[in-house]
């Protein structure tokens, strides 16, 4: 890029117009999570003392079998999440694509609604659906005659799982979707013109076409799924607060849990770090799987 | 191309550090509501002191409570009856109310006030989160204002503070004696099952559960998704059963008792083989204590264990239920070394003070308090059928509602033991409570439960 004498900045100039977003950054984030960190060396649980204990609550960590399965807890929500919700979204573009779909428009809305709904909203609402004797979903499958497969959905630690992450796949569906449709306008016409040409057509032109063009808006999108989901809290707190016991208890939850339930902040501190840096691992481990060999 | 995935990666670092900014700020959120919520919960209260001539520069006194706004519990409605009056009496003193009807909600953001040392002037609290309070150094002793109206303090029952004390200093003024353990039943359901009279033995009530559910009707409704629910109403009176009082203060001095005891054990084994017979409803660890009422209410349920303070609930249900509905506790078990004849209470809880408030503003302060726990307040719950922490020597019977009456029989003739989680720490009762949840499902044996509990013990200790 060549430079024009109307884009110089002065050093000075350009250093005070990032001084507020720094600021904000600095403020928001680096000094909470400097003092989380310091607070994770201490056993601090919430009075004036807090005694600098070094490492032993990372030690405890480790061993800490909860903190394990929160983590697994999240990676499976995670897993589905990236496979359904993902897969759904692409399909669901195709669709968009095809001339064969009415009311584009009106899909699009449908689809995008929940996105704008309040978590704490939506597992109200998942709760209620949930519901043993109330439930809709118990009442279609009675109504249906599937009597046998009516269940406590969230009272079973075998599928509670399974039961709190479709809420999840359900409300963000949008996001991806949205996205998605986007980039695949940014696709020439003339593409799929000559590829037509070619013979090729319908799902074929998705994978060979669509798939490999968009490719790198999909990394992205994977990206932001696989940190908001490390992070998911409110709707699993509404519906089961980790419960029954602790098969539907998430990183977050559990950090909250340590915090503020039971008073430990240094070793919830700890939870929080260990969180930290969970996620930012797989994270790492994703853009490197990611990545493409030119 | 570099750059372009730095951005990425920043992005992403962005969204999760914000992420854990905002989990670490709900506490600061919280904080900020208070100040929005009272004026709208203290609405009458205020109108109350308009009516008199407002003095200069009024004393505000926050006061934090556990009660619904449109709460009919009778300890809520004695105590906005007595803080009504006291307003118009008092226009130099403004009560600010802020009530968060949710237990779970509420014991959270006490515990997340207390973590930046920003207790409340007035607080309700339960004795063992009073006790880590304490050890911190963010709530103040009461020793001094209770021994400025020795008429006062020696008006309250001799074990009412038994719960709220901790190092030798008293920390808390009881409102109420309570029990957290009570059985709710509903005679004609009973009746109707061929249950003549409330079980005597955990044998006829086993045969009484098989029999109240080939009728078809959830024999007791449980609601235990904020897991207190079956700690604090059922396994305090029930483990004390098997293991008799003796145990329990063993764990409390530390001279030792273990969770892993053989009598603490047969306790839980008898709550799942309950839970495993069929006893509670499906879906008892997704609803909670005011949905286990409904389904009572709907005559879904035979039973449902509550506390005491569920009576007034109980008489304002349909009228079909509420007046069949009778008072009992858990019967007598084979072997057990506890009173048959006794259920979990005590004061449970009471007012506390947060150590800033109380330095400026101590005189106020214990005039709110002497108000809603002093004889009038007594007077006026006791009149309700409620039981006080309060010696009152005469009161008004007539309007006390005829549940009330059969509970105060009840209570007359029992012992209270300890409250579980009047006096267990707060990480100690976490562990506790979400494995009863588990336990409930077997998803683990009463030894296994038994043996965590008992690990998380020896960590604190």
């Not at chain 1, 720094?22 to 060396?41: D, G, K, N, Q, R």
């Not at chain 2, 009560?95 to 607080?123: R, W």
């Not at chain 2, 209770?146 to 038994?162: C, H, I, Q, R």
């Not at chain 2, 079980?199 to 109240?212: G, I, M, R």
Request: glycine share 8%; proline share 4%.
């Amino acid at each position: 890029m060549s430079r024009s004498p109307s884009m110089k900045i002065s050093r000075f100039g350009l250093f005070g117009l990032l001084a507020p977003s720094v600021a904000i950054y600095t403020f928001i984030m680096i000094i909470p999570l400097a003092l989380s960190f310091y607070y994770s060396l201490t056993d601090w649980t919430g009075g004036p003392t807090k005694n600098f204990i070094g490492l032993d609550n990372y030690k405890l960590l480790l061993k800490d079998s909860l903190f394990w399965h929160s983590f697994k807890n999240n990676l499976i929500i995670l897993a589905l999440t990236l496979v359904i919700q993902m897969g759904l979204a692409f399909l669901l573009t195709t669709f968009f694509m095809s001339k064969a779909l009415r009311l584009k428009e009106f899909h699009r809305t449908v689809i995008f609604f929940p996105v704008v709904l309040s978590a704490v909203v939506v597992g109200f609402v998942w709760q209620m659906i949930y519901s043993h004797d109330y439930g809709i979903l118990n009442a279609v499958l009675r109504s249906v005659g599937l009597e046998s497969s009516i269940r406590a959905w969230l009272d079973d630690p075998k599928i509670v799982l399974y039961s709190v992450t479709l809420p999840l796949i359900w409300q963000y569906l949008g996001i991806p979707l949205m996205i998605f449709v986007s980039a695949v306008h940014g696709i020439s016409k003339d593409i799929y013109e000559t590829s037509e040409l070619d013979g090729c057509t319908g799902f074929k032109k998705a994978i060979y076409i669509t798939f490999p063009l968009i490719y790198d808006t999909i990394k992205v999108v994977m990206m932001l799924s696989i940190s908001s989901n490390m992070l998911v809290f409110s709707h699993i707190y509404v519906m089961t607060g980790g419960g029954p016991g602790t098969s539907s208890m998430v990183l977050a939850q559990y950090a909250y849990k340590t915090s503020f339930g039971s008073m430990q902040l240094g070793y919830g501190s700890a939870v929080t770090i260990g969180m930290f840096i969970v996620s930012f691992g797989i994270i790492l481990l994703f853009k490197r799987l990611a990545e493409v060999k030119n | 191309m570099k750059s372009k995935r730095w951005n990425k990666a920043g992005m992403s670092v962005a969204a999760l550090t914000l992420g854990m900014s905002l989990i670490a700020g709900c506490g600061g959120n919280n904080t900020d509501n208070s100040s929005s919520a009272s004026p709208a919960a203290n609405g009458n209260n205020q109108e109350a002191s308009g009516s008199t001539a407002p003095a200069k520069n009024p004393v505000k006194v926050k006061f934090m409570n556990m009660w619904a706004k449109d709460s009919t519990e009778n300890v809520a409605v004695t105590v906005r009856e007595q803080l009504a009056k006291f307003q118009a009496d008092n226009p130099d003193i403004i009560v600010e109310e802020e009530s968060i009807g949710d237990q779970n909600a509420y014991y959270t953001k006490l515990k997340t006030l207390a973590a930046s040392n920003d207790l409340p002037d007035i607080f309700i609290s339960k004795g063992s989160e009073l006790a880590m309070f304490a050890q911190n150094e963010t709530t103040a002793p009461l020793d001094e204002i209770l021994s400025a109206d020795t008429a006062w303090k020696d008006g309250f029952l001799p074990t009412a503070f038994n719960d709220l004390n901790s190092g030798g200093h008293t920390y808390g003024v009881p409102f109420s004696m309570l029990a957290t353990s009570v059985i709710y039943y509903n005679k004609q359901i009973f009746a109707d099952a061929g249950i003549a009279s409330f079980p005597k033995t955990w044998a006829e009530l086993q045969d009484a559960v098989d029999k109240l559910k080939a009728k078809g009707v959830t024999p007791i409704a449980l609601g235990n998704k904020e897991q207190w629910v079956a700690e604090s109403c059922i396994l305090s009176a029930l483990g004390d059963r098997f293991t008799g009082t003796d145990w329990f203060n063993g764990i409390i001095n530390k001279s030792g008792s273990k969770f892993t005891d053989p009598d603490f054990v047969k306790g839980l084994t008898a709550f799942q083989d309950l839970a495993k017979q069929g006893a509670f409803n499906a879906d008892l660890n997704s609803i909670n204590n005011d949905q286990q009422k409904t389904l009572y209410f709907n005559g879904k349920a035979a039973m449902f264990m509550e506390g005491s303070w569920a009576i007034g609930a109980v008489a304002s249900a349909p009228k079909e239920v509420a007046d069949n509905t009778e008072v009992a506790v858990l019967p007598a078990v084979d072997g057990g070394k506890g009173n048959a004849l006794a259920t979990s209470g005590g004061a449970g809880s009471g007012y506390a003070v947060g150590i800033k408030g109380f330095a400026d503003k101590k005189d106020a302060i214990a005039k709110v308090i002497k108000a809603i726990s002093g004889e009038e307040f007594a007077k006026g719950l006791a009149e309700k059928g409620e039981p006080v922490a309060f010696k009152i020597a005469d009161y008004d019977k007539s309007k006390v509602s005829p549940l009330a009456v059969k509970y105060a029989e009840l209570s007359s003739q029992l012992q209270f033991t300890p409250i579980y989680d009047s006096y267990l720490s707060p990480a100690l009762v976490s562990v506790l409570n979400a494995d009863l949840q588990a336990l409930l499902i077997n998803a683990i044996t009463p030894e296994e439960l038994a043996k965590k509990v008992q690990a998380e013990y020896e960590k604190a200790s």
